[in-house]
């Protein structure tokens, strides 16, 4: 019991309550917008699936990271794993909103691209820490791409290009912790530019031509500008202090598209104001930090690269979900990390701060 005691002791609580705090504004977020519609069944998915995920948390804290560092044989089962689980959507999940992206067990749905994201940091942290003095080597480079370019691909036929973009800036911001060069770095930026042309004249879809044009034209409020439009007078209304939990009319009278996900920052700045929005910014950044520091300190590769990877994968989703919300990035489908409504999103991202929790620990 003491050493049980000794062990809990030694977690970061700080990084936890953080972590705990943002799911729980997701909560009264997501109970807020459910008001208008009648309908608490989210809600209490979300709720179950923070339970289950915060007890994933602890559990993961118990058995030693190094089992990740030193079997390289078990990040391939888990790789090999995560892409037959997204070859598998193509089969066996349902189209929602034209997307094969989740698999329904009952009445809940399991997003696997959640979990390839945290597997790619456990990858990408194994294979550079073991090279980390060779980055010198293009071919490090390439193949490091290739673990990252499978899954991308299986994800963006789904069609998927929001979590494929966070992908590449994972694999990228992992890259650049390692070690890259300046001119490796420079070619790879020439590389994306080019791959973009190419995906525009070959491979996006209409609709995702439509909301990266109308981005810089805003031509059509009613129709794909709408949602964007209805967020930015979602923000502005809130005003200092909000409106009140349950009173944001654009949330409440649905004129804000998908206040549980794409939109739940707008929600939130709506309902509670500049203020609320400063403490949402507050324990993100907690969050960052703490996850930061525990990378600052950690005195070899693999829990270094883990912990800035994870730290790359949350600030870039943080990052493109504000800039969508408000109006600085197109609308590209990604929820705000421990907030927007997701089951898999909390059990993969409490299974990695229970990883990164082991680390502190040992």
């Known amino acids: ?100 992206g989740w698999y329904k067990l ?11 994201k945290i597997v790619l940091i456990i990858l990408l942290a194994k294979y550079f820490s073991m090279r980390h003095v060779e980055m010198y080597r293009v071919r490090h480079i390439l193949l490091s791409g290739f673990y990252v370019l499978l899954p991308a691909v299986l994800i963006f036929l789904q069609p998927d290009l929001g979590s494929v973009l966070i992908l590449i ?28 042309i190419l995906s525009w004249s070959f491979l996006l879809k209409d609709y995702q031509k439509e909301r990266i044009l109308t981005f810089f034209y805003p031509i059509d409020p009613l129709g794909i500008s709408w949602s964007q439009n209805q967020a930015k007078i979602a923000i502005g209304s809130g005003g200092l202090f909000g409106q009140g939990i349950g009173q944001g009319s654009q949330t409440q009278y649905g004129f804000l598209t998908e206040p549980q996900t794409d939109f739940i920052f707008s929600a939130i700045a709506e309902e509670a104001g500049l203020l609320g929005v400063f403490f949402l910014f507050f324990l993100l950044s907690i969050l960052i930090w703490r996850i930061i520091k525990i990378a600052i300190a950690s005195q070899s590769n693999f829990p270094r690269l883990f912990a800035s990877g994870l730290a790359v994968l949350l600030i870039s989703q943080i990052f493109i979900h504000i800039g969508m919300n408000l109006g600085l990035l197109p609308i590209i489908g990604i929820s705000l990390p421990l907030v927007s409504y997701g089951g898999s999103n909390l059990l993969a991202t409490f299974a990695a701060l229970g990883i990164l929790q082991n680390i502190k620990i040992r």
């Not at 997701?26 to 208008?36: D, I, M, Q, R």
């Open 169 to 196: 800036a994972l694999w990228v911001g992992v890259l650049i912790i390692s070690g890259i060069k300046l001119r490796h770095f420079l070619i790879l930026v020439l590389c994306f530019l080019l791959i973009f």
């Open 106 to 116: 009952g009445p809940l749905y399991i997003d696997p691209r959640e979990f390839a």
């Open 1 to 100: 019991m003491k050493s049980f005691l000794l062990h809990f002791k030694k977690l970061d609580w700080v990084l936890t309550g953080s972590a705990l705090f943002l799911v729980g504004i997701g909560l009264v977020s997501l109970y807020s917008s459910s008001l208008g519609k009648g309908d608490f069944l989210n809600f209490q998915k979300q709720a179950i699936f923070f339970g289950v995920a915060v007890f994933l948390m602890f559990l993961l804290t118990f058995f030693d990271w190094r089992v990740l560092r030193e079997d390289p044989y078990l990040i391939l089962v888990l790789y090999f794993l995560c892409l037959l689980t997204l070859a598998g959507l193509f089969f066996f999940a349902q189209e929602i909103r034209e997307v094969r």
